[in-house]
């Protein structure tokens, strides 16, 4: 499949691309039993596994990763969206069924550093007073971290670690974090779980941030 969907254009023609094969496979599997869907998973998983042992991390990806705005990705960066697929998914229906929340913090943590790559994208129009100016970004809870956002020459770039100079700061939980960048949390929700600091120009686009294709 090309980066723009067959006989598509642009992010709007794989966006509908997308939804028609899900909703497709919804259909479809709508006359499964749970046992036939849970080994149909299983199955599908260690298929995924077995082949994702055999790239190389450092290779170019065969398609890049949009969400984080780059016109090609390593390949460890398309693996890791696939892992936040398969986790945001995996919390989105446990949730629905009124399951407890994957065990493993370390899940999340990870999660959240893969997605952490969509906020250089998403400011990608924010042209800062100095160049010099960063913002921090802190998530608490169990998979609790901090990043920094800075602007390199024309462009933004992420990294771990705090910024002593940060011009502005955001804090948030890891729940809310993971459901802001996967676009399961309303505008108003997120305005009330998110506390910004500092330049609060400067930090607002992360409300915008999102590592999924919307």
């Not at 598509?8 to 006359?31: K, P, S, Y």
């Amino acid at each position: 499949m090309p980066p723009s969907g067959p006989g598509g254009t642009g992010e709007r023609d794989l966006t509908l691309f997308i939804n028609e094969l899900n909703a497709t496979w919804v259909r479809a599997a709508d006359r499964f039993s749970a046992r036939v869907l849970t080994e149909l998973y299983a199955h599908a998983s260690d298929d995924l596994v077995a082949f994702i042992e055999t790239l190389d991390p450092l290779a170019d990806a065969m398609l890049p990763v949009s969400w984080a705005g780059a016109s090609a990705s390593p390949q460890w960066l398309d693996i890791g969206r696939e892992f936040t697929e398969i986790w945001h998914h995996g919390s989105q229906v446990r949730e629905a069924v009124g399951a407890v929340p994957f065990p493993d913090s370390s899940w999340l943590r990870d999660v959240l550093q893969i997605a952490m790559h969509a906020l250089p994208h998403a400011y990608r129009a924010v042209q800062p007073p100095r160049e010099d100016m960063s913002v921090v970004v802190r998530i608490t809870g169990r998979a609790s971290g901090i990043w920094t956002l800075r602007r390199v020459g024309h462009a933004w770039d992420i990294d771990e670690g705090a910024s002593s100079t940060g011009a502005a700061t955001v804090a948030m939980s890891d729940e809310t974090a993971w459901r802001l960048f996967f676009n399961a949390l309303s505008p108003d929700a997120a305005q009330s779980l998110i506390t910004l600091g500092g330049n609060s120009d400067l930090a607002r686009p992360i409300f915008a941030a999102r590592a999924v294709i919307v």
